[in-house]
């Protein structure tokens, strides 16, 4: 059996657009083809979008789709932990792999690394594999990853069980609330941030734990970029992406968005601005 046939692909998002069913494609040709089983939770979108994911159910991209009434609790922006922790409860397959919908792969060869990565994952040591643009450089080394401490969910592979395991022993109670209870006092952040609640959840645990996370040194032949946009923008983007332009000033490094460098009447049209603001800046 292919190991991708293992893997849940766990997508959860809101607000779906055209360039959806783009990037779900953009993940099948990353893994070698389609995963084993694909999970879309929306976090109460309009029906616009709902209407674009059902079409995908049906086109046969995704095999478990959870929709969300507007006016339901769980519709908050910071709330959007209780569709992703949802998108990985849903998953049914041993090892599951979240992405975000405006988050595109690339790879040229390198057709065996899903299985390396699974065999990663067997070290008791390593919690998930991820990507290289997360909230601090990395600490070092392992077999040919990088190690860190934290895991995006932008893109990170783990066992099924590590993430059963994590979510029940960092934020039980608050599951067991219905995510209506106190937020876990243990997840120290500003509040603004506690929309990242399960990304927090799984670095405590790492620490906790003596965990590492993984992730693959980005080259040319290797990026997954966050890039922040949707619809037409993205599409765009990923146009020049997937032409590598740029993509070397991106390689691993944390919070990084992906946007290529300007050219033709954009990169003068700046030029123009930004010779105009040191203009001013010498009059004053």
């Not at 041993?94 to 990663?120: C, H």
């Amino acid at each position: 059996m292919n190991p991708r046939e293992h893997v849940t692909l766990s997508v959860s998002g809101f607000g779906a657009t055209r360039a959806t069913r783009r990037v779900l494609l953009d993940w099948f040709e990353f893994l070698g083809g389609r995963p084993g089983e694909v999970i879309y939770v929306d976090g109460g979108s309009d029906l616009a979008s709902t209407s674009r994911l059902a079409a995908l159910v049906h086109e046969g991209l995704i095999d478990r789709l959870e929709l969300l009434n507007p006016a339901h609790f769980e519709n908050d922006f910071h709330r959007c932990y209780i569709q992703e922790y949802r998108s990985g409860m849903l998953a049914s397959k041993p090892y599951v792999m979240f992405v975000k919908p405006d988050t595109l792969p690339f790879r040229s060869g390198d057709d065996s690394w899903l299985e390396e990565d699974l065999q990663s994952l067997d070290d008791p040591r390593v919690f998930a594999i991820t990507l290289g643009h997360l909230i601090a450089p990395s600490s070092g080394t392992r077999g040919g990853y990088l190690t860190h401490d934290f895991a995006s969910l932008n893109f990170s592979l783990m066992k099924r069980e590590s993430f059963t395991l994590a979510m029940y022993a960092e934020i039980g109670p608050f599951i067991e609330s219905d995510f209506r209870g106190e937020f876990p006092s243990h997840i120290r952040c500003e509040e603004k941030y506690r929309r990242a609640l399960i990304e927090w959840a799984w670095q405590s645990h790492c620490n906790r734990h003596g965990l590492v996370t993984l992730s693959r040194p980005e080259s040319c032949d290797w990026t997954i970029f966050h890039l922040n946009k949707s619809g037409g923008k993205l599409l765009a983007l990923r146009d020049r992406y997937r032409a590598r332009e740029g993509v070397e000033l991106f390689f691993d490094k944390p919070f990084a968005l992906y946007r290529p460098p300007d050219k033709g009447l954009k990169k003068l049209g700046k030029s123009i601005e930004n010779a105009l603001r040191r203009v001013r800046k010498g009059g004053r």
